[in-house]
């Protein structure tokens, strides 16, 4: 913090255009001139501003809009997530563009859902924006809400009650256990005393495929975000974000054309992407972007404003941090190792190295008893934690693989093709793929998925294959160590319990218990790594 920084600070009530007013702090580096301006929008406002922060920071000579988004903060109306922010966000940006302040240029900056309020008008391509940083979010809300048609209540679940009319509701019938309410549809009555719109149609569309995820309230304005826009943005997220998948699908799917003005950033870290607070857990160093680039996102924006040159951020690439074998590498694409290994489940809880004589390992599964697993790969939050010893649970069913007889680097998509059958006429599989080092065993990517969305005519007793897709991952993996592959059909409180029948799960009225099978000899893990010397 420089001590001779003393910036302006003016405090606005700006009005939308339906005469809601929302609280407007300007931040500019002078009393005299035209400034490029950053819009900022923040939905976890204080009532009780930082001003002396506000006024000491150095924001590099850009004017600094801070707004706190409807319903939040010391802004009037209801927060109802997502819905307002395309038209308060186009209504903040025809108001900035009538201030003396304004040079005609724009920048947005957001992370999380501070990214999100600008994904929401980004491919309206607004010509003064010249630039974005919009980090450690996807603009695909089904991918926000939803895995493979389980829904997420210790990631949006949670988020989403909390934030619905949140001035309104202070208090509320709320626990995380109330998403095992049978039947889910229609507990927001329970929650709030009124139906809450939102929140119960969000629980009813499971299909990425159903209309409802190309309307408004689905998110439609989001959805393509980066790719329908014309606007230079740097991406960032972490190894474990809860956003990960997303954010590298949106970085894949880029035509090159769009490729080469954006920029993203992997680091080994979470949502928080500034490292681990938990104790014990690794330290990577320099792997903070707070150590190797401090100032990136003004960086990025002095780029496309004078033609700044990028080291750290390239142009067109991703620049990501391999797990225990640093430093920061780039690439176009964070690309599959050159060496294929597969691991075959056996049936003495071995990953083995070929394949073996087919066999069935068979558990119970009961929806009122659900497993529970510490920490995410990066679905939602938890992050890379320390797990459990194996069989840690009757319904946990471990591999392991033999020691790795040299230092190998485990790196792009890995899969998993699991045979399985079930009692049930529909049930599910979870799978955890970790590391087992000497300190203990760190997740690496996990998943879920159900029966019937990939076989929808199954008839229990019959066998069906899951196809498992891990997000991209990069972690060396040392002399002596295993790799590990838990499978169960729970994970509380990530997903949502499945109920062992079949339907939606919002309408299950209630649950039975089943006997899931995993089907040895068929099953097969492939993970893509490059030697190292």
Known sequence: MNPEIDNILLEYMIPMRDGVKLYTLVQLPGPEGNFPTIIKRNPYADVTPEMER???ENTHGYAIVYQECRGTGRSEGDCIPYINEHNDGLDTLDWIRKQDFYNGELFLEGASY????????????????????????DSERYNIIYRNGFFKPGLHGNWAVNMYKKKKFRKKNFALETFRTLPLKGFTEKVYGERAEFLEEEISHPDPADPFWKSIEGGSDYSGAIHESNVPVLLTTGFYDIYTDGIFDIWNTLPEARRKDCAMIVSPYDHGWSG???EGMPVFPNAKISEVCPDYVYLWFDHFRTGTPLEFIKRGEIVYYPMFNGPWQHEKFLSKGSK???FYPDQTGKLAASQGEKGEITYLYNPYAPAGFKGSGCYTFGGMQYQDPPNSRYDIISFLSAPFEKDSLLKGKSSLDLH?????PDTCFYVRLSIVREDGTLTLRDDIDSLCRTNPDYQPGKTAVLHFDFTEHCCEVRKGEQIRLDVSSSCVPHFLVHTNRKGPMSEQTGADTAYNTICTGDSVLTLYF????
């Open 54 to 56: 506000f006024r000491t």
């Open 114 to 137: 501070l990214s999100s309020v600008h994904f929401s008008y980004l491919k309206t391509n607004q010509p003064d924006i010249k630039a974005a940083c919009l980090m450690v979010q």
């Open 276 to 278: 681990y607070d938990r």
């Open 340 to 342: 294929t290994v597969r």
């Open 420 to 424: 399985v059958k079930s009692t049930a």
């Open 530 to 533: 490059d030697e190292l010397c």
